[in-house]
């Protein structure tokens, strides 16, 4: 089955610094990358996603980018505010498969310093 | 529309107890699946129930079971607690079918202690 391998697993930046988060997946059929906040004691929810027909995608300062051949996917997060402080999961899937699933990361805390 | 909500969210229990957690997805998500949380160990996946049909089971021993009733709420039942058991259980709801595209709606999850 798909295996999501997450690095790192915290990452401390001052407000004002860029802040990136990698990952790998072994499953070659995967074609669906989301990524997921979860801020603390709250639940976890999606901030962006990327399919595999596509390499990067933007969201003001969110950013993630897809390299098929290497299998890796990386989330980026420009301008750090305190407020992006949190658990950051990526995750992938077979969206034409039957696994009914998401496999995750094991997840990046970020601490964004004032 | 209200979240998807989950009951209760924290619980004490000692060990060869046994629990049952509650999920209720959002209106009109036939799709709900069930994710164990731990320190250092990201979101595990236990299994993902549609239409009362459980169709997928994650690497969990048979303590751990679920069903979904036909309004699609579920429910899932840990038996003979272990101290390892102790976790945040979070449910997520969805209206992708085949649950593994598009957005997973978390509740705010349970939170298990183990004694």
């Known amino acids: 089955g798909e295996n999501v391998e997450q690095h790192p697993s915290t990452l401390s930046v001052q407000e004002g610094d860029s802040a990136v988060i990698k990952c790998t997946y072994s499953d070659s059929a995967s074609n669906y990358f989301p990524w997921y906040k979860q801020e603390l004691g709250k639940r976890p929810q999606l901030i962006i996603d990327i399919r595999s027909n596509v390499g990067e995608k933007k969201d003001q300062r969110i950013a993630v980018t897809l390299n098929k051949t290497a299998k890796h996917f990386s989330l980026h997060i420009t301008e750090t505010q305190p407020e992006d402080s949190a658990v950051y999961f990526c995750?992938?899937?077979?969206?034409?498969?039957?696994?009914?699933?998401?496999?995750f990361g094991k997840g990046t805390l970020l601490t964004v310093n004032p | 529309k209200a979240g998807v909500t989950q009951t209760p969210r924290y619980l004490i229990k000692t060990r060869g107890q046994q629990v049952t957690l509650s999920c209720s997805p959002i209106s009109g998500h036939r799709s709900v699946s069930w994710y164990q949380q731990t320190p250092g160990q990201g979101l595990q996946f236990l299994f993902e129930y549609f239409s009362e049909t459980q169709r997928n089971k994650g690497n969990f021993p048979g303590r751990f079971s679920g069903r979904q009733f036909s309004n699609s709420r579920s429910e899932m039942n840990v038996s003979t607690l272990e101290l390892g058991d102790s976790a945040l259980y979070l449910c997520a709801s969805t209206d992708s079918p085949l649950a593994n595209t598009g957005e997973l709606f978390f509740g705010e999850g349970s939170r298990l202690t183990v004694l």
């Open positions: 995750a992938a899937s077979n969206s034409g498969g039957s696994n009914y699933k998401l496999t």
